[in-house]
T-cell receptor, first 115, second 120 residues
Framework: GENVEQHPSTLSVQEGDSAVIKCTYS??????FPWYKQELGKRPQLIID?????GEKKDQRIAVTLNKTAKHFSLHITETQPEDSAVYFC??????????????FGQGTTLQVKP | GAVVSQHPSWVICKSGTSVKIECRSL??????MFWYRQFPKQSLMLMAT?????????EQGVEKDKFLINHASLTLSTLTVTSAHPEDSSFYIC????????????????FGEGSRLTVL
C-alpha cells in the first residue's frame, strides 16, 4: 500500500538556524507533495507544496525540493523563529480518479525553535 | 482560500452511544471529502474517502459499519461513530478540495477545524 516516511520525529534548533525535514514515498504515481504545519489542537495549515514536474520551490524562508527518481522530498526552513515551532507533516497525493487524489501523511516532525 | 467547517468542535459521550460529526464546504462544492483521525502526538490517518451520491471508500482496517459516512450533498458529509467506545476517542478531521473551476484548483486540500471526541 501507499506509505510516506518522515524523519526526524523531533527536531530542535536554535533561533536563526536552518531546519530540514525529509520524507520518502512509495507510490511512484504520486504527483503532488504538500507540507502542512499543525499547532496544538488546531487544523493543519498548508505552508508549501510542490508538483512532480518541478524539482524545487521556494517561498521566502521556506523551500521544498523533490527528487522523483529517489522518491523523496524535503522541507527547508531558514532563519528559524520561535513561531516556527509546531508539528510539520509531509504528504503525498495518491490519484483516485479524474482530478481527485487522496493525501497520505508522514508521521510528523515536532520542530522546536529555541530563542 | 476555501473554507471547510466542521461541527461540533468537541463532544463528550457515554460508551455505547452514537455521535455524528458534520463537515461542510462553505464556499465551494466538493464531490469528494476525506475523513482523517488523529490520536495525540500522532499523524493524520486517512479513514475514508466520502463520495457525493455514492458509497464511501474505506481504508484498510477501518470498519465501515462502525464509522458511517454519508455524503448527501455537494457541500455536506457526515461521519457517525456508532456504538462509541473509549478507544474511539480521538481528533477527527475532515478535508475537501475545490474542483477545477474554483480557487484555481491548486490541488490544496482544505481542512475543517477538527472534532475532538471523548468517549467516557
Amino acid at each position: 500500500g501507499e506509505n510516506v516516511e518522515q524523519h526526524p520525529s523531533t527536531l530542535s534548533v536554535q533561533e536563526g538556524d536552518s531546519a530540514v525535514i525529509k520524507c520518502t514515498y512509495s507510490d511512484s504515481a504520486s504527483n503532488y507533495f504538500p507540507w502542512y504545519k499543525q499547532e496544538l489542537g488546531k487544523r493543519p495549515q498548508l505552508i508549501i507544496d510542490i508538483r512532480s514536474n518541478v524539482g524545487e520551490k521556494k517561498d521566502q524562508r521556506i523551500a521544498v525540493t523533490l527528487n522523483k527518481t529517489a522518491k523523496h522530498f524535503s522541507l527547508h526552513i531558514t532563519e528559524t523563529q520561535p513561531e516556527d515551532s509546531a508539528v510539520y507533516f509531509c504528504a503525498a497525493s495518491i490519484r483516485l480518479s479524474g482530478n481527485t487524489g487522496k493525501l497520505i501523511f508522514g508521521q510528523g516532525t515536532t520542530l522546536q525553535v529555541k530563542p | 482560500g476555501a473554507v471547510v467547517s466542521q461541527h461540533p468542535s468537541w463532544v463528550i459521550c457515554k460508551s455505547g452511544t452514537s455521535v455524528k460529526i458534520e463537515c461542510r464546504s462553505l464556499d465551494f462544492q466538493a464531490t469528494t471529502m476525506f475523513w482523517y483521525r488523529q490520536f495525540p502526538k500522532q499523524s493524520l490517518m486517512l479513514m475514508a474517502t466520502s463520495n457525493e451520491g455514492s458509497k464511501a471508500t474505506y481504508e484498510q482496517g477501518v470498519e465501515k459499519d462502525k464509522f458511517l459516512i454519508n455524503h448527501a450533498s455537494l457541500t455536506l458529509s457526515t461521519l457517525t461513530v456508532t456504538s462509541a467506545h473509549p478507544e474511539d476517542s480521538s481528533f477527527y478531521i475532515c478535508s475537501a478540495r475545490p474542483g477545477l473551476a474554483a480557487f484555481g484548483n491548486t490541488g490544496e486540500l482544505f481542512f475543517g477545524e477538527g472534532s475532538r471526541l471523548t468517549v467516557l
